[in-house]
């Protein structure tokens, strides 16, 4: 008997940390190739990574397949986004999927942002970029200096290198994740945000530098911060109201508390 309650045991184990193990993440990276940057950075980093894989994609947005992909990253448009496109996005929002939006900043393609800025309106989200460019050169935002701030999605995230970045708006739900300084006096001003819309979350930032020193960035944090926008908590909620993850660890508990029971019972 005890050797079957021990064989149970493993296997309530195995199947919760089976479940926890399937979690990796898969990528889509689409957009323009713009301004000497290449997709294939994005790309080649989170295939880098254990565990997650990614691939690009061309055409139209409407015409790739999402399905099982967690994350898309849509990058400097160079036209607008079509009705068809941006229905698909909202879909993929719909269903629990993450969208990381980067532009330029805003003295270099200001075209391009004003056209992710008509998307995130169109999706519902109340983030925009501002068409200014406030730091040209490389610099270092920590969480000493206070530009890092303190979420879920920027665990592990102690450094990050950036540059030229535009500033965003965030209002309402959407939620700051790191500040860019502004080296001409004013306050700082906000380099990365999110926001949850409904079980999906749009992330944005601008200009392509932060991927420069991809995919190591030497003593820097970047590779932790993107792979956190794959698989860092949102605290989105469930796709249609859905059990969460965290409880699968929560039955195998109850379960070995009922094992541990029956012992008890057997031994007496």
Do not use: C
Request: charged share 10%.
């Amino acid at each position: 008997m005890k050797h079957k309650l021990k064989t149970l045991a493993s296997a309530l184990v195995l199947s919760a940390l089976g479940s926890t193990a399937a979690q990796a993440g898969v990528v889509t990276v689409w957009g323009e190739a713009l301004s000497g940057f290449s997709l294939s950075t994005i790309n080649n980093f989170y295939n880098g990574l254990p565990g997650h894989s990614s691939s690009i994609a061309a055409g139209t947005l409407d015409t790739v397949n999402l399905s099982g992909v967690n994350l898309l990253w849509a990058t400097q448009p160079a036209d607008a986004y079509t009705a068809a496109e941006l229905t698909t996005m909202a879909n993929f929002l719909g269903g629990g999927g993450r969208i990381a939006f980067m532009g330029e900043h805003g003295t270099f393609a200001p075209a391009q942002n004003t056209r992710i800025n008509a998307a995130l309106v169109a999706l519902g989200s109340t983030i925009s970029i501002n068409n200014v460019i406030l730091d040209s050169g490389f610099r270092s935002a920590s969480v000493v200096d206070g530009q890092i701030l303190s979420h879920p999605l920027t665990t592990g995230v102690s450094t990050y290198e950036y540059a030229a970045f535009a500033p965003l708006t965030v209002s309402g739900t959407a939620q700051t994740l790191m500040l860019g300084e502004d080296l001409f006096g004013g306050n700082p001003s906000v380099m990365m945000a999110y926001q949850n819309i409904g079980p999906g979350s749009i992330f944005l930032i601008t200009d392509q530098n932060v991927w420069d020193n991809s995919p190591t960035w030497g003593s820097f944090d970047n590779e932790r911060m993107f792979e956190n926008l794959l698989s860092g908590n949102t605290g989105a909620p469930p796709v249609g109201g859905t059990v969460p993850a965290p409880a699968t660890l929560g039955l195998l508990g109850a379960g070995l508390v009922g094992l541990s029971a029956l012992r008890r019972r057997e031994k007496a």
